[in-house]
């Protein structure tokens, strides 16, 4: 090759090469959707005195809310134990490998390649055709006598034995003129992008859990320790009875309603024992713990944790951007965008570089001398013919797919719209169902008190005490799960707000 050829076919390598760089992607580029925000925020102005939720900026750490520094701990500990957090995070590291293979093919592929074999050419085969006689003598032209134009020669033996040493190097790069391998990389960035969320929405979903079980919890001691009280006044409430049954003051009608009072109270007591332990076990499986692990950490009786002055829940418009199944459903949406600009560089040619470089020798010795080197160049295209409509199919599925993804995108954008003003109904209702409640109680409260002394004077007989204590006691665990709910309502109202990973994850997927 001299030299003006050499550097013809250098400079078409060249214009390759900047065709593959300069080249369009065919297919729709993607662009992100921006959804108007309703006005769903408008409960907070109208019940704005009751609800005490403003549109100030989001707490991502909404837990911190509660003020309860055992839940607070809880919370820190769940981001490393959970096993729902921790399978996504495999899934995550599923997917980036996969981006990492797929963006493999935007560079050439180099292989190296090393091997010896001994050769000796069958007699029967086509050396006979080549007219080797057992001598190595030259083939003797016959014409007719064989394709190849020379007579087999009586006797031949075959090729005599003889070994060949080569090593070397093969590369490889398909040039993308269409953007297929580029669509493919895209799509598969989406994908991860998609996996990330995902996490985040299983670490969103698996905080608001454990944080729904740790205010149950609370709850249900709330509700065991009221339902101890109720017990010992019932208890003392029989004793009087059977004394003043005994000086003739009241009937064994009224000692039989004492006692089976309190039997009644004494019944809740197992299925409330039960609960509580359900709960701590639950909570335990939510940090990986076996079943009464965390009992001795958790069974010391607190309070349901009390309300904030004030909730801050941001803006609407901030809510697309940090709700995980609103950026879950957008990679998706991207990804099945890119999916069509793959199926459409399926209609164009392919084009590649190929070439191998390398030394081969009949003699171990010369293998490495300049002069066993051996090299090939060029570049190759291949283009679909006839594919009978599988290239047309797989667009028009691709295409399918996209408009699916596009809707459940919407879909998933209503729903949280949706979700937000239920929980802002949510909260702010059971807040003032709380308020009532409260009056209920110190009202019975007060009943009972004068009930009690009415029928130490005899004013009264039992029943009318014993009406009263069923009310006070059912009052007294309406107002307790009643906090316990609204603090499951501002739970809600914070998971549907789709805070709750940031703290743990940065935003960017490759960067955890």
């Given at each position: 090759m001299n030299a003006a050829d050499f550097s013809m076919r250098a400079s078409i390598l060249a214009i390759l090469a900047c065709l593959a760089?300069?080249?369009?992607?065919?297919?729709?580029?993607f662009e992100r959707p921006t959804p108007s925000a309703p006005d769903v925020f408008h409960r907070i102005q109208s019940a704005q005195a009751s609800s005490k939720a403003v549109d100030a900026e989001f707490n991502v750490e909404w837990w911190t809310l509660l003020n309860d520094p055992l839940l607070n701990n809880l919370e820190s500990r769940l981001v490393d134990a959970n096993l729902d957090v921790a399978a996504a995070s495999a899934r995550l590291r599923q997917s980036r490998s996969t981006q990492q293979v797929v963006g493999a093919a935007q560079l050439p592929r180099l292989d190296g390649a090393a091997s010896y074999y001994r050769e000796r050419g069958s007699p029967n085969g086509i050396v006979s055709l080549l007219g080797v006689s057992p001598t190595g003598s030259p083939p003797q032209p016959a014409?007719?006598?064989?394709?190849?134009?020379?007579?087999?020669?009586?006797?031949?033996?075959?090729?005599?034995?003889?070994?060949l040493y080569?090593?070397?190097?093969?590369?490889s790069w398909e040039i993308d003129i269409w953007g297929r391998v580029r669509r493919s990389v895209e799509a598969a960035g989406a994908l991860t992008e998609a996996s990330f969320e995902d996490r985040n929405a299983i670490l969103l979903s698996a905080r608001a859990e454990l944080a729904r079980d740790y205010v149950e919890l609370r709850d249900l001691q709330s509700l065991l320790e009221?339902?101890?009280?109720?017990?010992?006044?019932?208890?003392?409430?029989?004793?009087?009875t059977q004394v003043r049954a005994r000086e003739g003051?009241?009937?064994?009608?009224?000692?039989?309603?004492?006692?089976?009072?309190?039997?009644?109270?004494?019944?809740?007591?197992?299925?409330?024992?039960?609960?509580?332990?359900?709960?701590?076990?639950?909570?335990?499986?939510?940090?990986?713990?076996e079943p009464g692990a965390l009992r001795q950490e958790l069974a010391e009786r607190r309070e349901v944790p009390e309300l904030p002055e004030r909730v801050p829940v941001g803006f609407p418009s901030e809510i697309v951007q940090r709700r995980p199944d609103i950026r879950r459903a957008e990679a998706q949406l991207h990804a099945a965008t890119a999916s069509i600009g793959m199926a459409k560089a399926d209609f164009y040619p392919r084009i590649s570089l190929n070439g191998s470089a390398g030394f081969q020798s009949l003699q171990l010795?010369?293998?490495?001398?300049?002069?066993?080197r051996q090299f090939v160049v060029g570049p190759s295209i291949t283009f679909p013919i006839f594919e009978g409509g599988r290239l047309k199919g797989t667009l028009h599925l691709r295409e399918a797919q996209q408009q699916e993804a596009a809707i459940a995108y919407k879909r998933t954008v209503l729903d949280a719209w949706r979700e937000v003003d239920d929980a802002l109904v949510a909260y702010d209702a059971e807040q003032r169902r709380r308020d009532r409640l409260v009056t209920v109680v110190s009202e019975n409260q007060r009943a009972l008190a004068i009930a009690q002394r009415r029928y130490k004077a005899g004013a009264v007989d039992y029943l009318d005490v014993l009406n009263v204590q069923r009310q006070l006691l059912r009052s007294q665990s309406n107002l307790e799960q009643s906090r316990a709910t609204a603090a499951t309502n501002l739970i809600t109202l914070c998971k549907v707000l789709g805070g709750g990973w940031e703290s743990a994850y940065a935003r960017t997927p490759t960067a955890n």
């Open positions: 760089l300069a080249g369009c992607a065919v297919g729709p580029d014409s007719g006598s064989s394709p190849l134009g020379v007579a087999p020669v009586p006797g031949s033996s075959g090729s005599p034995p003889f070994d080569q090593f070397g190097f093969d590369a009221i339902t101890k009280q109720n017990l010992e006044i019932a208890r003392d409430t029989a004793r009087l003051v009241t009937t064994d009608l009224d000692v039989a309603n004492a006692a089976a009072q309190v039997a009644s109270i004494e019944s809740l007591m197992p299925t409330l024992e039960a609960r509580l332990e359900a709960a701590i076990n639950a909570i335990g499986l939510l940090l990986a713990e010795s010369s293998l490495a001398d300049w002069a066993s």
